[in-house]
């Protein structure tokens, strides 16, 4: 049985940990209307930076540079990770796990890396641990798939899960920005990791995705073998180009429920204007889930920052309080799914390809293609004639495999320069 006040740590202040400290303080009531008659109280807070500026001097009366106080902690019992990365913020999740606390955590790195064995732990221990921040920060994404979406089982999820990336292809899109540049501002805002690699490469959606997968499919998967790639590649030609076939290209996280096979990628797509998921622009993240009976359902909203974070891990820390003794609900019976092979998974595709401008080049290039199975549906040229020029081509669906051996095949011809860009078109 639980005591009247809960206590709480809070490990890491950082952006999201001060954003909780700020939700705690503003909306203390409020917060304690909804888990009437107990309260919450904040009984340490750790920063390893000992010269840490707070604007409420009250806090440095909590505050201690030790992680390890507020994990060993016998009144603490709820412990919240900031930290943020995988190492230390796993082994002081484990530490306060093992010494019976429940812990909320915003760090998608240790859910996907480590987040089975942790769940296990938390079990073993009869505690809770939640991470509904670590995905889509303000979207209550995995509240919906393990708690709402009961009914039916998912079938198909689309998702723009990296708010970097989105940012850089709406400034690219609509201000006809440059990459680099667009990087930079995103950086200066916040939504980028502290090496933006992760999230240009694709690697933090790959992260969310498997995330969202495992729970939604309660699925044991190896992250290791999800394709992602991320936007490098994406130029301001390709998106112009794309928007004249009346496409946008967006970096999508996909998860496809095939039974036995999960079909999980992250890579850049062009998706239909006019579809939902094409109009979410900026830092902005968006789930589509699909299943039958309950259809099709759109989440969007800010995928970081200190109070969309924050709002989350406060929500996880309520149900908490209000689901004490339930550690057991939410996840479990995970079962062992095999993410399918790449190169059995279909797709269409746009191709961008830089040739020499002369008779017989598109015969030779759709040779190719027809040898491994892929077929066309459009084929423009760009640009004037010339000695060189870009064509873009729009293929029906193919196996992964075919087109990539068909491009191996077209990126040999003596009259194909470079193959500029291959992008997959989706249809959601
Ligand atoms: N770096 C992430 C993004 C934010 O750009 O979406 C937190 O996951």
Same mark, same amino acid.
């Given at each position: 049985?639980?005591?009247?006040?809960?206590?709480?740590?809070?490990?890491?202040?950082?952006?999201?940990?001060?954003?909780?400290?700020?939700?705690?303080q503003?909306?203390?009531e409020f917060?304690?209307q909804?888990?009437?008659?107990?309260?919450?109280?904040?009984?340490?807070?750790a920063?390893?930076?000992?010269e840490?500026?707070l604007?409420?001097k009250?806090?440095?009366?909590?505050?201690?540079?030790?992680?390890?106080?507020?994990? /060993?902690?016998?009144? +603490?019992?709820?412990v919240? %990770?900031?930290?943020g990365?995988?190492?230390?913020?796993?082994?002081?999740?484990?530490?306060?796990? %093992?010494?019976?606390?429940?812990?909320?955590?915003?760090?998608?790195?240790?859910?996907?890396?480590?987040?089975?064995?942790?769940?296990n732990?938390?079990?073993?221990?009869?505690?809770?641990?939640?991470?509904?921040?670590?995905?889509?920060?303000?979207?209550?994404?995995?509240?919906v798939?393990s708690?709402?979406?009961t009914?039916?089982?998912?079938?198909?999820?689309?998702?723009i899960l990296?708010?970097?990336?989105?940012?850089?292809? /709406?400034?690219?899109?609509?201000?006809?920005r440059?990459?680099?540049?667009?990087?930079k501002?995103?950086?200066?805002?916040g939504?980028?990791?502290?090496?933006?690699?992760?999230?240009?490469n694709g690697?933090?959606?790959?992260?969310?995705?498997?995330?969202?997968?495992?729970?939604a499919?309660?699925?044991? +998967?190896?992250?290791?073998?999800?394709?992602?790639?991320?936007?490098?590649? +994406?130029?301001? /030609?390709? +998106?112009?180009?794309?928007?004249?076939?009346?496409?946008?290209i967006?970096?999508?996280?996909?998860?496809?429920?095939?039974?036995k096979?999960?079909?999980?990628?992250?890579?850049?797509?062009?998706?239909?204007?006019?579809?939902?998921?094409?109009?979410?622009?900026?830092?902005?993240?968006?789930?589509?889930?699909?299943?039958?009976?309950?259809?099709?359902?759109?989440?969007?909203?800010?995928?970081?920052?200190?109070?969309p974070?924050?709002?989350m891990?406060?929500?996880?820390?309520v149900?908490?309080?209000?689901?004490?003794?339930n550690?057991?609900?939410?996840?479990?019976?995970?079962?062992?799914?095999?993410?399918?092979?790449f190169?059995?998974?279909?797709?269409?595709?746009?191709?961008?390809?830089?040739?020499?401008?002369?008779?017989?080049?598109?015969?030779?290039?759709?040779?190719?293609?027809a040898?491994?199975?892929?077929?066309?549906?459009?084929?423009?040229?760009?640009?004037?004639?010339?000695?060189i020029?870009?064509?873009?081509?729009?293929?029906?669906?193919?196996?992964?495999?075919?087109?990539?051996?068909?491009?191996k095949e077209?990126?040999?011809?003596?009259?194909?320069?470079?193959?500029?860009?291959?992008i997959?078109?989706?249809?959601i």
């Open positions: 049985m639980k005591k009247e006040i809960i206590s709480i740590g809070i490990l890491g202040l950082g952006t999201v940990g001060q954003g909780v400290l700020k939700i705690l503003e909306n203390k917060i304690e909804g888990i009437y008659p107990y309260k919450i109280s904040l009984k340490k807070i920063d390893k930076n000992k840490i500026i604007e409420d009250s806090y440095y009366e909590i505050l201690t540079d030790s992680a390890e106080e507020v994990v /060993t902690d016998p009144e +603490i019992d709820i919240v %990770e900031t930290i990365g995988f190492e230390p913020a796993r082994s002081l999740i484990v530490r306060a796990l %093992e010494k019976g606390k429940h812990v909320v955590t915003a760090n998608k790195e240790v859910v996907a890396k480590a987040g089975y064995e942790i769940l732990l938390a079990r073993k221990n009869k505690v809770h641990f939640l991470f509904e921040a670590s995905v889509a920060s303000a979207i209550p994404i995995i509240g798939l708690r709402s979406l009914s039916y089982p998912l079938k198909e999820m689309a998702g990296n708010g970097t990336t989105n940012y850089i292809l /709406t400034k690219m899109s609509e201000e006809n440059d990459y680099e540049d667009a990087l501002e995103a950086q200066e805002k939504f980028a990791e502290v090496d933006p690699d992760k999230d240009i690697f933090d959606s790959l992260n969310k995705i498997f995330i969202l997968s495992a729970v499919f309660k699925a044991k +998967i190896n992250p290791n073998n999800i394709y992602y790639e991320g936007i490098k590649n +994406i130029s301001k /030609t390709d +998106i112009e180009y794309a928007r004249e076939l009346g496409y946008k967006k970096l999508l996280a996909l998860a496809k429920n095939g039974g096979e999960l079909d999980i990628r992250v890579h850049p797509a062009l998706i239909r204007e006019g579809h939902d998921l094409a109009s979410i622009g900026g830092a902005y993240n968006a789930i589509l889930v699909h299943g039958e009976g309950f259809g099709d359902l759109i989440f969007s909203g800010l995928g970081a920052g200190a109070l974070a924050g709002s891990i406060v929500s996880d820390i149900e908490i309080v209000k689901d004490y003794d550690y057991n609900s939410k996840f479990k019976d995970f079962e062992e799914k095999k993410v399918k092979d190169k059995q998974t279909h797709s269409s595709y746009y191709l961008r390809i830089r040739v020499k401008d002369r008779p017989g080049v598109l015969a030779e290039i759709a040779g190719s293609f040898k491994n199975k892929v077929s066309f549906a459009s084929v423009i040229q760009k640009g004037e004639p010339g000695e020029v870009d064509i873009v081509f729009l293929t029906h669906k193919a196996k992964e495999g075919n087109a990539q051996e068909a491009l077209v990126a040999r011809l003596e009259c194909v320069e470079k193959i500029c860009n291959v997959r078109v989706v249809e």
